[in-house]
């Protein structure tokens, strides 16, 4: 296959795609909500797992006990790897990169595995930029949340626990994140002649694959502060050579945030007579989409009339 291009936009309404680590939206010191790249994959990689793919690149579970109590902990890599493939055989590269392209996240982004004796770098064939909310009218929304239970710090204060805690709950009212990425499915040849015949590198198959969850993670993914996130446009620029190179497409996606339609005129324009083939995913429910390329619809796949 050739290079891919294109872009894939979330949506958000009363919920937050992507928080800091005080709880709200990310954003530059400019003030420019943004979601990154580990926002997108997640979802992928946690439909990946629930359809019983093998994931390495997730976080997963171990009980560790110790003499007088029993908690929980993350896996450790190498721990991680086990469960997927089995013991790891420190003295053979060979092996240990054959388990990895095994794992589906990192066959289409890579991975660092850095273990006694090994450390491998592979750059994944699927490339994201970060993800800039193009939405005008953004707020930043609030809501105190009373716990059902008494506050325990005061008790450990030696108060009289009388009031139950608070928390709260940061959200956006709403938010358009639009992702550029690039596929470059030659990252993988020089696995080839490592691996031999039985390495085909990043296929058709494995494209589409990713095209697939592209469009419908985000929205299969409803945690409590996702619930309101959802993929809601995806543009697929498959090229005809592997010659041509493209910028990120998501600097020239212009949104209209007053009737939330997306105007791709722009890259039309940069990538005019470049592309074998150009489809565009949309939910028709919440965006429109001013374009020429093929449309469809994002939940069903049908094709939209022009």
Known sequence: MKRVYGVIGIGAKMANWNADFTGRPKSTNSGEIFGSDKALKY????????????????????????????????NKLAERYELLFGEIDKKDTKIILENLFRAVDVKNFGATFAEEGQNISITGAVQFGQGFNKFKNTTIEIQDILSPFADSKAEEKGKEAKQSTLGTKITVNEAHYFYGFGINPRNYDEYKEILGADFKGYTEEDYQEFKRVATVSATAFNTNSKFGCENEFALFIECKDDETYLPDLSNYVKFDSRTREIDLVEIEEIINGKFDKAEVYFNPF?????????????????????
Not at 48 to 74: A, C, H, Q, R, Y
Not at 286 to 306: C, M, P, R, S, W
């Open 286 to 306: 919440k965006v429109g989409v001013k374009t020429h390329f093929d449309k469809y619809n994002i939940f069903t796949k049908e094709k939209l009339q022009a």
């Open 43 to 74: 979802p992928m990689k946690k439909m990946w797992e629930n359809e019983g793919k093998k994931v390495l690149f997730i976080k997963s579970w171990k009980t560790d006990k110790k003499e007088n109590s029993v908690s929980i902990v993350p």
